[in-house]
């Protein structure tokens, strides 16, 4: 990139001229975040595309991103195959795409079709190729850019024309005449796509990977992937695992159809999206079209959607407990005198806590035959002078009416749920995954007794995911505030800055530009400032005596 002006208004987008997926691409709200994210986008860029050129454009905070898919041959022949809205994004890359756009109007189409149709016959276009625009609330039309080739969102067109837009495109590579002509394209219903990735939406879209134990997509909608069970999803790569798309004779048929499909889907290993996906498929914003590019801003609570909830996720909780005590239960041979969990306390039940990420769910039962009395929370704990605090656990009353090393159907309280379960148990830990109609959801037994490692000093921001080190801002020694950058590490192919999370010193830093390094290494040792002074002076003591 050339030198940075200094007149740009804000705010503005720093955008990759090779670009595409979302790739060096930064959004400026400041004149003084300007040379930083210049210089930022456009190592991503280089990176990414092998050209670093970058350029500025103006900022549309609010708007809808609505392209159209156009097909050009070599005879002069071009046509529009509708339009795709892909406005519900993060990190400027798609996350959900649909044909056609339900919040523009018809005069608003009308602009957009025949504005790409003449762009692309205005330079000869020929191969496939998208034309993509910001539409503003009040209707203003910005073009972005062309994209020349087919993106992850064809699928949805497909469905919508029933076209076949490879086939088209091989054709008209091959230099044959499009057989298809402006008439004969007809929208038809409406189509929806997921982008499942290997990302956490509730840290920020963190990245995960490991490998996938199982992978499964629930029916009724169009898959493509090249994942199964056992592949490995590495830091090298982008993040996307599969596109899931679901088509309807309307809208809201379309998005139901998806949300069923994702919400009975098992994908197990690495941390997705598809809980958040299926949130904001049912999301009341999303089903009246009020979906603009900062919708996941204006949504957070879609971000951290937790799966199935309130007594469909006390069935997987039980499903998971239960299934793990008859399989210990199958694999204790030497005693055989009492069933698993028995104990010879009679003050409560079997105890157990599993856990999802930090969220940690507390079990207790005791069976009689073939029925049992569970209490749901945390359990009662003796106060300081040793008397016992009010028992407000939810109780309810189970039944096991079957179970298999793979299935349980479990009725509570009246209300009977099957549950798919599939148990990993890597030595360390033990996870069970289990599955219903109303979801999915992953459970981790946590560890009955805990081993306490030593404390360590000079504690600070460990690497999420392995990658390498692409710039390094701080000394051994500065003082930094909450929230300065400390280290950019780049992995799947994205930047993650590295921040402090207090006003701390700099104790160490462990890498430096250029570095290889993995998930959990210590990256910059940091010391609050008062231990530091601390040492200091119990430093200039020693020295003193000595």
Same mark, same amino acid.
């Given at each position: 990139p050339g030198s940075v002006p =200094? /007149? !740009?208004?804000m705010p503005a987008l720093v955008k990759a001229a090779a670009g595409g997926g979302g790739r060096g691409m930064r959004i400026v709200r400041t004149s003084d975040e300007l040379s930083e994210a210049v210089e930022s986008a456009a190592r991503e860029a280089e990176a990414a595309f092998g050209d670093g050129t970058v350029f500025i454009e103006p900022y549309i905070e609010s708007?809808? &991103?609505?392209? +159209?898919?156009? #097909?050009? /041959?070599?005879h002069g022949d071009v046509v529009h195959l509708g339009e795709r809205e892909c406005s519900i994004q993060r990190r400027n890359q798609k996350v959900i795409e649909e044909s056609p756009s339900a919040g523009i109007s018809a005069e608003v189409r009308d602009e957009l079709l025949n504005g790409a149709l003449a762009l692309a016959r205005h330079v000869g276009y020929q191969n496939a190729g998208t034309v993509e625009f910001l539409v503003g609330d009040d209707g203003t039309i910005t073009f972005l850019e062309v994209n020349t080739r087919l993106q992850v969102e064809h699928p949805v067109t497909e469905a919508v024309t029933g076209l076949d837009l490879v086939e088209l495109q091989l054709r008209v590579a091959a230099g044959e005449t499009l057989p298809v002509r402006q008439d004969d394209v007809v929208m038809s219903g409406h189509a929806i796509e997921v982008r499942v990735v290997a990302e956490d939406p509730a840290t920020g879209w963190m990245p995960s990977i490991g490998t996938v134990s199982s992978f499964e997509i629930g029916e @009724?909608?169009? !898959? /493509?992937?090249?994942i199964r069970a056992g592949a490995e999803v590495s830091p090298d790569y982008d993040? #996307?695992? *599969?596109?899931?798309?679901?088509?309807?004779?309307?809208? !809201?048929?379309?998005a139901a159809?998806?949300?069923?499909?994702?919400?009975?889907?098992? +994908?197990? @290993? +690495?941390?997705?999206n598809i809980n958040s996906a299926v949130a904001i498929l049912s999301e009341a914003d999303f089903l009246s079209a009020a979906t603009p590019t900062s919708y996941l801003d204006e949504h957070p609570e879609v971000l951290a959607a937790p799966g199935p909830t309130g007594p469909q996720r006390v069935a997987l909780l039980? *499903?998971?407990?239960?299934?793990?005590?008859? &399989? =210990?239960? *199958? *694999?204790d041979t030497a005693t055989g005198f009492a069933p698993s969990g028995w104990r010879n306390m009679r003050t409560h039940g079997h105890r157990e806590i599993w856990q999802v990420g930090e969220q940690q769910e507390h079990v207790e039962y005791q069976w009689t035959g073939q029925s049992a009395c569970v209490c749901i929370g945390q359990w009662p704990e003796p106060l300081e002078d040793g008397t016992m605090p009010p028992d407000e656990r939810q109780t309810l009353h189970v039944r096991l009416l079957s179970a298999s090393p793979t299935q349980l159907a479990i009725e509570i309280d009246g209300v009977r749920t099957v549950v798919d379960? /599939?148990? +990993?148990?890597? @030595? =360390?830990d033990l996870i069970v995954h289990t599955r219903s109609a109303a979801g999915a959801v992953s459970w981790m037994l946590a560890p009955r007794f805990v081993e306490h490692d030593l404390d360590v000093a000079g504690g600070g921001p460990i690497c999420p995911l392995p990658g390498t080190v692409i710039a390094v801002h701080v000394v051994e020694g500065q003082s930094v505030a909450d929230g300065d950058l400390l280290m950019v590490v780049e992995a799947m192919k994205m930047e993650h800055k590295i921040t402090a999370s207090g006003d701390m010193i700099v104790g160490a830093v462990h890498f430096a530009e250029g570095d290889r390094v993995d998930s959990g290494d210590l990256l910059v040792s940091l010391v609050d400032p008062e231990v530091a002074e601390q040492q200091v002076t119990n430093q200039a003591g020693d020295e003193k005596k000595s």
């Open positions: =200094n /007149d !740009v208004a708007g809808r &991103h609505v392209e +159209v898919q156009i #097909m050009g /041959d070599a @009724g909608v169009r !898959v /493509d992937t090249g993040s #996307m695992l *599969a596109k899931v798309i679901a088509y309807g004779p309307d809208r !809201v048929s379309a159809i998806l949300a069923r499909a994702l919400r009975t889907s098992q +994908v197990t @290993g +690495v941390t997705t039980l *499903a998971a407990s239960f299934s793990t005590e008859r &399989h =210990n239960r *199958a *694999a379960v /599939d148990r +990993v148990d890597t @030595g =360390n």
